[in-house]
């Protein structure tokens, strides 16, 4: 399972978020492979389907159902 947070440089949530994430996959005895992705530009934040400091994503798609059908990204 491919886990892939998506952030600013410096979102506050972000450091929580990945322990989170970890800490999930490690309570579950989830095997994932993570990767974190920091966006700067527009052009990033569109490929990386960023919505908000930090997206979730697991195996592409956003965890929040509601955010799967969003078509504004952006860095700020």
């Known amino acids: ?17 990945i322990d989170l994430v970890k800490e999930a996959a490690k309570e579950m005895d ?10 700067t530009t527009a052009e990033e ?7 908000g400091s930090p997206t979730v994503q697991i195996n592409g798609r956003d965890i929040d159902p509601g955010a799967r059908d969003v078509a504004q990204f952006g860095v700020t």
């Open 1 to 17: 399972m491919q886990v892939k947070v998506v952030s600013l440089e410096k979102c506050g949530a972000t450091t929580p978020t």
């Open 30 to 39: 989830i095997a994932i492979d993570f990767m974190h992705v920091i966006v």
């Open 45 to 51: 934040a569109k490929a990386q389907r960023h919505i």
